[in-house]
């Protein structure tokens, strides 16, 4: 598949529900890369 997304960011306070948004959406799925101290 041309142009793939790799790395997508928005900022939000209840990432969570842009996660399930996006999710049902488009079918994405996410990673999560952070740590207690930096979520990410």
């Given at each position: 598949?041309?142009?793939?997304?790799?790395?997508?960011?928005?900022?939000?306070?209840?990432p969570?529900?842009?996660?399930?948004?996006?999710s049902?959406?488009?079918?994405?799925?996410?990673?999560d890369?952070?740590?207690?101290?930096?979520?990410?």
């Amino acid at each position: 598949m041309a142009n793939l997304v790799v790395h997508f960011e928005i900022h939000a306070s209840e990432p969570q529900t842009l996660i399930d948004f996006y999710s049902a959406l488009l079918g994405w799925r996410f990673e999560d890369y952070g740590s207690d101290e930096q979520p990410y």
